[in-house]
């Protein structure tokens, strides 16, 4: 992880510096800053991006990790004036992504002092209680969400008094009285991976009324499909990978290694994709239906990430339609020359068990394998079953010919914050358990015998040389 801050060139004459945001690698900045915007200038601007190290203010001691270029008006110009583009200047490296957003400021110069107190929130610490501080979003009008305060960290305690602090008016709601403030309440961890422990909205109206009843919030957990909320399983949380992509990752780098090329087809099941809203059950991550193909576990994770921001998470949860697809690869190649292996992730709702079933047993005759990592604190019951450890699966009567999935639930190999795997090894070795005799019954049941061993390597056409 690093400690990363940006800094913001206008003209090669240097404009400001965002604050230093400790060990992440996906800032959220929360310092903003004021441009005049001139519709018929071009008005270019350069983002430095830096590891900081140390306090000294000369950036030739920090590591540079990148920088791009653009004008103001590119920024107003995107979608929902929000540009995102990768960061170069660094020959032969990925310097990763950088996302800038602009937003024509109201007439309102007013500013806000406000003091917050919490009660009873959740503990969260092993040792201790919780170490609590507060995120503040302004709504765009595009329904997303930017930070724009962030308090102090209060340590130990279950009923923290944060310092009052003065914000801008139309920082927090650009002047709108009535527009949604969303706040989100971690508990703070040194690595930074803080914990989610609720949220809340409001607006700068209700916020008006002063101490009172009626303003006194519940934070709130509940679980939630949209993305955009931070107690969803989907949500990309500013200081820690969310449930999926970190079950994506751990399990992903596993089985990756026995890939030649590393390039996966991602698929994604339950969403209304754009324009028209379509709902669809295997639709490619990356937006490509030509070629779904990814880049290694980073191009999936990217793609994962995309796709959350292009379409909307929508039931049913049906599972048949991707297992059919990776079945139709299968079907074409049964010579033994290759042999196919569907990792799909859940948080164990399924809707279409019957059908899934009867998919399974068909793909039962095929080379491939099935492996199902669960998500989230639900029973995965259904899942259980369809790993057919106990019973074998079958459907209208006829089992599967193979026993070819594999289920596991990914909690069980987390710590008790769930932000960290406890054990690789022993994920790798439960992820991996049945796969090895799955494609040997394949291969027995189709007469397929190994390739024949190549000759030994022989040392006679090279000069020896005296070990060390």
């Given amino acids: 992880r690093q400690n990363v801050k940006v800094t913001v060139s206008l003209r090669?004459?240097?404009?400001?510096?965002?604050?230093?945001?400790d060990n992440t690698l996906n800032p959220d900045f929360v310092r903003k800053y004021i441009l005049d915007y001139f519709f018929e200038e071009k008005q270019n601007l350069r983002f430095d991006v830096y590891d900081i190290d140390s306090k000294s203010p000369d950036l030739a001691k920090h590591d540079f990790l990148g920088q791009v270029y653009c004008?103001?008006?590119?920024?107003?110009?995107s979608p929902a004036s929000r540009l995102e583009k990768p960061l170069g200047g660094i020959p032969g490296k990925?310097?990763?992504?950088?996302?800038?957003?602009?937003?024509?400021?109201?007439?309102?110069?007013?500013?806000?002092?406000?003091?917050?107190?919490?009660?009873?929130?959740?503990k969260k610490d092993?040792?201790?209680?919780?170490?609590?501080?507060?995120?503040?979003?302004?709504?765009?009008?595009?329904?997303?969400?930017?930070?724009?305060?962030?308090?102090?960290?209060?340590k130990n305690t279950l009923n923290p008094v944060w310092q009052p602090f003065s914000i801008p008016v139309r920082a927090l709601c650009n002047g709108d009285y009535d527009r949604t403030i969303k706040v989100e309440v971690y508990d703070?961890?040194?690595?930074?991976?803080?914990d989610f422990i609720g949220e809340f909205t409001t607006s700068y109206k209700e916020l008006c009324r002063g101490q009172s009843q009626l303003n006194v919030y519940e934070v709130s957990r509940d679980k939630d499909r949209n993305p955009s909320q931070s107690t969803s399983l989907h949500y990309m949380n500013p200081y820690q990978m969310n449930a999926y992509a970190m079950a994506l990752k751990a399990v992903g780098e596993i089985i990756q290694d026995y890939d030649s090329d590393k390039m996966f087809p991602a698929l994604g099941f339950g969403a209304k994709l754009p324009p028209d809203g379509r709902v669809s059950h295997e639709f490619p991550l990356n937006g490509?239906?030509?070629?779904?193909?990814?880049?290694?576990?980073?191009?999936?994770?990217?793609?994962?990430?995309?796709?959350?921001?292009?379409?909307?998470?929508?039931?049913?949860?049906?599972?048949?339609?991707?297992?059919?697809?990776?079945a139709s690869y299968a079907a074409a190649v049964q010579d033994g020359s290759q042999y196919f292996v569907l990792l799909i992730i859940t948080d164990g709702v399924i809707s279409d068990m019957a059908q899934t079933k009867e998919a399974i047993v068909n793909a039962a005759k095929?080379?491939?394998?099935?492996?199902?990592?669960?998500?989230?604190?639900?029973?995965?019951?259904?899942?259980v079953e369809l790993d057919g450890d106990d019973i074998r699966i079958s459907s209208r009567g006829k089992l599967a010919e193979r026993d070819i999935v594999q289920f596991v639930p990914f909690r069980d190999y987390m710590d008790r914050t769930g932000n960290h795997v406890l054990s690789m090894a022993r994920l790798?070795?439960?992820?991996?358990?049945?796969?090895?005799?799955?494609?040997?019954?394949?291969?027995?049941?189709?007469?397929?015998?190994?390739?024949?061993?190549?000759?030994?390597?022989?040392?006679s056409d090279h000069p020896q040389t005296n070990p060390v």
């Fill in 366 to 383: 095929l080379p491939m394998s099935i492996i199902i990592v669960g998500v989230g604190q639900a029973e995965f019951d259904a899942m």
């Fill in 288 to 326: 490509n239906i030509e070629n779904p193909y990814c880049n290694g576990m980073e191009g999936i994770l990217e793609a994962y990430h995309q796709s959350l921001k292009t379409v909307q998470l929508y039931g049913p949860t049906n599972f048949a339609p991707v297992v059919n697809h990776v």
């Fill in 126 to 154: 092993f040792f201790g209680k919780s170490d609590p501080f507060m995120v503040f979003y302004r709504s765009n009008e595009d329904g997303t969400f930017t930070i724009c305060h962030k308090t102090e960290v209060v």
């Fill in 428 to 459: 790798a070795k439960d992820v991996l358990a049945e796969i090895p005799d799955q494609l040997i019954s394949y291969m027995k049941s189709r007469a397929i015998k190994p390739n024949p061993v190549p000759p030994a390597y022989s040392t």
């Fill in 71 to 77: 004008t103001l008006g590119e920024i107003v110009g």
């Fill in 94 to 122: 990925k310097c990763g992504t950088i996302v800038l957003s602009a937003e024509e400021l109201g007439n309102c110069r007013d500013y806000a002092t406000m003091q917050f107190c919490a009660n009873k929130l959740d």
């Fill in 12 to 21: 090669l004459c240097l404009f400001g510096r965002t604050e230093v945001i």
């Fill in 188 to 194: 703070w961890d040194r690595d930074g991976s803080h």
